[in-house]
């Protein structure tokens, strides 16, 4: 039995027929379907560079009544999710083998590119500020967002007091953990589609107790935006089995480091205190191998000097 949307089959079976505009129109959609779910026929021809009419005819050439029952058909599409096999039929479908990693990397590159020219510049500052204002700093991601969310924790740590990582294993594991969180604390939520239900309650269980919140997620329209004050927008288009969250993470990275420019004193105590501490409890081997230019050099347990290898 075939998974695939009826939309995407129209569109697949209808591409080698249709236009060179039309054929944009159609691999635009396939790169970007939450967006143009939303859009006019005269935004998504502006976004595409064509007409509106040519938006029209395209919707009637793949056996649409008009353009508002193609925008149907596109909201039904976002609302499914796409599973792992569609992502992949979508974006993949037509490139080989050999392929692959350019067209990857590329993707990639296009989306924190995207990402660069949308984010919202005041909505970054206000996450940064609100952060650094806050008693207790929760952070929560679920599924693909995990790693995310354990990153941004990890180095939260280094830079603020307080800063609690929300396990995610079951719902009621997740309102235990923020039983005491209040006005004067901040939650992160860190969810793209498919969106995780855990994470929208999560948000809306802190909300609901004053606490500010603050999204990385992938578009205005998120529903993990209900319950936020400060949404951080990371373009990521789930086309595959493999989510692409390298924007996401970018913006993670920026976050860090506007955060490690406000305190810097504090960071560098820190980070000198943990060397100490590293030092005395042995935490990282004196055998260290050390790349410097185009030579490796070892450090010596019992002298300390450097020899060339």
């Not at 039995?1 to 080698?16: A, D």
């Not at 939260?156 to 997740?174: D, G, K, M």
């Not at 506007?258 to 000198?272: G, Y």
């Amino acid at each position: 039995m075939s998974t695939q949307n009826e939309l995407l089959t129209r569109l697949e079976e209808k591409y080698p027929k249709l236009s060179k505009g039309q054929k944009r129109l159609t691999d635009y959609i396939r790169q970007n379907y939450d967006k143009a779910a939303f859009m006019t026929a005269s935004k998504l021809g502006e976004a595409v560079g064509v007409s509106e009419s040519t938006v029209v005819r395209f919707a009637s050439q793949l056996g649409y009544k008009g353009y508002p029952e193609f925008q149907k058909a596109l909201g039904e599409l976002v609302r499914t999710k796409l599973n792992s096999i569609q992502r992949m039929e979508v974006t993949y479908g037509r490139i080989t083998q050999s392929e692959i990693l350019e067209t990857v990397l590329q993707s990639d590159i296009d989306k924190i590119k995207m990402t660069m020219e949308s984010i919202d510049q005041q909505a970054f500052e206000l996450a940064v500020d609100t952060i650094l204002n806050a008693k207790r700093i929760y952070v929560v991601g679920i599924r693909s967002c995990a790693p995310l969310a354990n990153f941004l924790s990890f180095y939260l740590n280094l830079i603020c007091e307080n800063v609690i990582s929300v396990h995610t294993n079951s719902s009621s594991e997740i309102f235990e953990q923020l039983i005491r969180i209040n006005e004067e604390d901040v939650i992160i939520g860190i969810s793209f589609p498919r969106y995780s239900m855990r994470t929208l309650k999560a948000l809306e269980f802190a909300s609901n107790r004053k606490a500010k919140v603050i999204t990385l997620t992938d578009s205005v329209h998120s529903p993990m935006n209900l319950y936020s004050s400060c949404n951080l927008i990371a373009r990521s288009d789930m086309a595959s089995i493999v989510d692409s969250l390298v924007a996401p993470l970018s913006v993670i990275n920026a976050l860090v480091v506007a955060l490690c420019m406000k305190k810097q004193k504090e960071v560098i105590q820190t980070l000198e205190t943990l060397e100490d501490i590293w030092d005395e409890y042995q935490v990282y081997s004196r055998d260290e191998l050390n790349s410097v230019g185009d030579t490796v050099t070892m450090k010596s347990d019992k002298t300390g000097e450097k020899e060339n290898q």
